[in-house]
């Protein structure tokens, strides 16, 4: 059965700093990975995905988070980070070859601080 | 804009009431999703719907059911509701891309 693990259930860090929230699944299977961001009082809304193709992804705000098949992870970073950036943030999987389930982590609540 | 939209963002309910939870969707997806978000645990699917009238049973599937018998709207119903229901419940849908668009979010308290 396919599991994701966020090894880090809180993160602070301050401003400009960089920052790196861990993501770890299991899956026998070729899967599809998300990283999902929720700012308080909203719902989830996506901030990066690989599906296919070059292993390291972007987002329009500067995030990146690079597939790494052999360790099973996929790690999301940002070289510089903002006030703004304080929210909860999700890492997903779902398997390509059957079903639309997607499997969520337990979250990692990243508070940047001034 | 594509737009999820949840019929109430707060709810408080007795224990025992009927509850329903309704979600709509305008982007002319196939799949839709009921989450339950628990501090801790993250997102936990209730159950999944991949068609109308088509429903699967998620992963806490216990004390609830689901309705979809129009592509855009897939409801979420407490039968009886108990304390142990207090939760925020997130609705989704996805196209064959994965991608999964949520609503707001419906914070319920059961009393």
């Known amino acids: 059965a396919q599991s994701v693990t966020q090894l880090d259930s809180q993160v602070p860090v301050f401003e400009e700093a960089p920052v790196e929230l861990r993501c770890n699944y299991s899956?026998?299977?070729?899967?599809?990975l998300f990283w999902y961001v929720q700012y308080p009082n909203q719902g989830l809304q996506l901030l990066l995905k690989y599906l296919s193709g070059s292993t390291l992804v972007e987002s329009i705000n500067g995030f990146e988070a690079e597939f790494n098949k052999s360790q099973t992870s996929f790690h999301l970073r940002k070289p510089s980070v903002h006030i703004s950036d304080t929210a909860e943030y999700f890492c997903?999987?779902?398997?390509?070859?059957?079903?639309?389930?997607?499997?969520f982590g337990a979250g990692t609540r990243l508070f940047v601080k001034a | 804009d594509v737009k999820v939209t949840q019929s109430s963002r707060y709810l408080v309910k007795r224990t025992g009431e009927k509850v329903f939870l309704e979600c709509v969707q305008d982007?002319?997806?196939?799949?839709m999703f009921w989450y339950r978000q628990d501090p801790g645990l993250g997102l936990r699917l209730i159950y999944f719907s991949y068609d109308v009238k088509m429903k699967e049973k998620g992963d806490i599937p216990e004390g609830y059911s689901v309705s979809r018998e129009k592509k855009e709207r897939f409801s979420l119903i407490l039968e009886s509701a108990s304390t142990n229901q207090t939760s925020m419940y997130l609705c989704?849908?996805?196209?064959?891309?994965?991608?999964?668009?949520f609503g707001p979010g419906t914070r319920l308290t059961v009393l």
């Open positions: 997903a999987v779902s398997d390509r070859a059957g079903g639309f389930k997607t499997i």
């Open positions: 989704a849908s996805s196209s064959v891309l994965r991608e999964q668009f």
């Open positions: 982007m002319d997806h196939e799949n």
């Open positions: 899956s026998s299977v070729s899967v599809y």
